[in-house]
């Protein structure tokens, strides 16, 4: 991830990046939710903004099941990155809200692998992983996430404009195509 | 070194057309009438660097060219050279009027620099050819191009030749059409050229001009010898700076028409304050303009040019070892030893605003530029921020910085939204560039902006989004300050989910895609507006 944001590699940033990588342990407190639904179920559950969006028309066509998935990292890493940024120590903030992207990132892709797996143990295959925002398919969307996770996650909240907060949340969908098909 | 070492000077000197009753067309062609114009003219503005009042069609027209002359404009090139020669300078009329001025200004300024303008052999063989042929014949033709060039190359030695021996003491080069040859091809057929030139001439400093973004060649420019490169306006100096060597001046860069020819006062002032309090940390730096300035522009500008330029010079020269450290640990990130920095300045009584600019400022400015020319990374420049702020944390109790900031500026992540990194990034760096910013967090409606504009008055209003639900509130903001009959405000708007086209469709002035960017775009629609200068 460091290569990637392109961090200068000398002996002072890197000192800088061990301390943040340390406290971002301390700070992340990982929460998931998982539920697998019918396809038709999916659509209701979701009306109108799934059956309104092509692009999960596109990317469901063929499926019979979809996986709903929520993954937060909690309040704290965001609270302080912010901090930071107040303190006007800004690297540290920005490495610590980047970190925070990548690992929730990791972590979905962690379920996603794992659905992904086993789906293929049962000789079934996968769409890819799609999100409330990507194309058409509406951010409105995650006030149904929310309503389905909230109890499973405490403290998850959601803006009026239908934001999930923390802000390190993601929410996904991951279509299962039943073999024969 | 030291000879040019923090001089002032405009290019060229065609205001001095205004100092006589005669028109353009009469001072070309009578040594008199043109001494006693630069005569009047040096004794009112104090340039360190003399020119004669030359024109870049004189060397093709010796050869052949035809030019037209009038009153009022400079003279152009109207019929390309059928017959070609090889001109003897002191058998061409106005070569000839030319060396008996720099005679009589060698006596009337002994002490001065007093500059051969000499114009390059591409430029003269694109006057004499055509600019659009001799392009052309870059791939056309390149052996009846080069075989062209000998001769532009000949006369022009020769010229700058008679105009050493008539008084001139430093070599001046104008290649403007070089500009325009492919940077692969420059070499070939512009920079050999003033290679051999500017080696003819080693005993005396040489400066090389080329209008334009000079980016691409600037290793070639150097690599001609040249003692001395003088940038085009357009160019930012502190993008260039580390490509030039320390024993090869930097000259420029006022724009000359904006600022010289048409600016306020308070604008000359400010800009050039700004270009010195950047560059005179370079011991390599020599003020100037940007290219000629016109024959039109007001004398009064040019000399209020030279006595800024000057005043800012001498008020930063003494403490320029400090700055330096400061701009340097900036730069590197190292926010300790920034801090100690301005401590030692502050002691050694370095007035805070100064340590601001030319020391903290000029760092991230720097920063910034590399950025865009993608020689450094976000990372990178966050770091620069973090040892600004150690070192303006020491500055904090010696100044009274409200007084002092510039434009006010309001952002916030519109409702719906509440994202705000990115928003938090453009903050910060509007606040090292000495803007006064008021942050409205996220989520928020036009309601809250509006009386922020109230309370506030700022010349900008930012507005981040992150999605595209929330982006539609940003057309919303917009509109409802118009309903209102707020027009004197500019909004710029930036985020995820906002691009060029987004921006344009919105009615914003302004877009940048990231924080570093946006810096520059602001600063760039508070000078376009005047509002924040």
């Known amino acids: 991830m460091l290569k990637y944001l392109r961090v200068p590699q000398d002996d002072q940033t890197m000192e800088i990046i061990s301390s943040v990588l340390e406290e971002t342990v301390g700070l992340i407190d990982i929460k998931k939710w998982s539920k697998c639904v019918l396809v038709d179920d999916f659509y209701e559950l979701f009306h109108p903004y799934a059956r309104s969006s092509k692009s999960i028309s596109k990317l469901l066509g063929r499926a019979e099941h979809v996986y709903l998935i929520v993954v937060t990292l909690g309040e704290d890493l965001g609270n302080r990155a912010k901090e930071y940024f107040g303190k006007k120590e800004v690297f540290k903030g920005y490495i610590l809200d980047r970190l925070g992207s990548f690992l929730v990132e990791e972590e979905v892709k962690k379920i996603d692998l794992e659905i992904t797996r086993q789906c293929k143990e049962d000789g079934h295959a996968t769409t890819h992983r799609y999100s409330p925002g990507y194309g058409d398919f509406s951010i409105k969307a995650q006030r149904t996430f929310f309503d389905l996770a909230k109890d499973t996650i405490p403290g998850l909240t959601i803006s009026h404009g239908c934001l999930l907060s923390s802000e390190k949340t993601v929410s996904a969908i991951k279509g299962v195509i039943k073999s024969g098909y | ?533």
């Open chain 2, 1 to 533: 070194m030291e000879i040019m070492h923090h001089l002032v000077f405009p290019i060229n000197a065609l205001p001095s057309s205004q100092m006589v009753e005669e028109g353009i067309d009469e001072i070309l062609w009578k040594a008199d009438v043109k001494f006693e114009a630069l005569r009047r003219y040096y004794e009112q503005i104090e340039a360190d660097v003399l020119f004669y009042f030359s024109d870049v069609v004189i060397q093709a027209e010796a050869m052949g060219a035809k030019a037209k002359y009038s009153r009022k404009m400079m003279p152009a090139v109207e019929a390309t050279a059928r017959v070609m020669s090889l001109p003897d300078p002191a058998q061409v009329p106005r070569m000839a009027v030319n060396a008996n001025v720099l005679r009589r200004m060698a006596g009337e300024f002994p002490y001065k620099l007093r500059a051969a303008l000499v114009y390059g052999p591409f430029t003269v063989a694109g006057l004499l050819a055509g600019e659009e042929a001799i392009l052309r014949k870059l791939i056309d033709d390149p052996k009846e191009v080069l075989s062209l060039l000998e001769k532009t190359f000949e006369c022009a030695r020769r010229y700058a030749l008679y105009l050493v021996e008539s008084g001139a003491n430093l070599l001046w080069i104008s290649d403007p059409l070089a500009g325009l040859i492919p940077p692969d091809q420059f070499w070939d057929f512009a920079g050999n050229f003033l290679r051999r030139i500017f080696e003819l001439f080693a005993s005396i400093p040489t400066i090389l001009h080329i209008c334009g973004d000079t980016y691409q060649i600037i290793q070639a420019m150097v690599g001609t010898g040249v003692r001395g490169i003088s940038f085009d306006n357009c160019m930012d100096l502190l993008a260039v700076e580390d490509e030039i060597p320390k024993d090869v001046y930097i000259i420029g860069n006022i724009d000359p028409v904006e600022v010289i020819e048409l600016g306020s006062p308070e604008e000359i002032i400010s800009r050039t304050t700004d270009l010195v309090s950047m560059m005179a940390l370079k011991n390599n730096f020599v003020l100037s303009t940007g290219c000629a300035v016109p024959p039109s522009a007001p004398i009064e500008n040019v000399r209020l040019f030279l006595e800024t330029g000057r005043k800012s010079f001498a008020d930063l020269r003494p403490h320029i070892p400090l700055l330096s450290e400061i701009s340097r640990n900036v730069y590197t990130g190292n926010g300790e030893e920034t801090k100690q920095g301005v401590a030692a300045a502050l002691e050694d009584g370095v007035e805070p605003l100064t340590i601001i600019s030319s020391g903290l400022t000029r760092a991230i400015r720097k920063g910034s530029t590399m950025y865009e020319a993608k020689s450094c990374f976000l990372p990178a420049i966050l770091l620069m921020v973090d040892a600004f702020y150690k070192g303006f944390q020491a500055l904090e109790n010696t100044l009274e910085l409200g007084g002092s900031k510039k434009s006010s500026i309001v952002l916030g992540t519109v409702k719906g939204d509440i994202h705000e990194i990115g928003k938090n990034l453009v903050k910060i760096f509007l606040e090292t560039y000495g803007h006064r910013v008021v942050d409205l967090g996220v989520d928020v409606d036009e309601d809250a902006f509006i009386r922020a504009y109230q309370k506030y008055h700022p010349t900008i209003i930012g507005l981040s989004a992150f999605t595209t639900e929330s982006r539609k509130e940003m057309g919303k903001i917009i509109s409802a300050f118009h309903r209102e009959g707020i027009r004197e405000v500019l909004f710029v708007v930036g985020g995820a989910a906002v691009n060029h086209e987004v921006s344009r469709s919105l009615g914003a002035d302004g877009y940048a895609r990231d924080a570093v960017r946006a810096v520059g775009m602001i600063e760039k629609l508070l000078q376009q507006s005047e509002v924040g200068v």
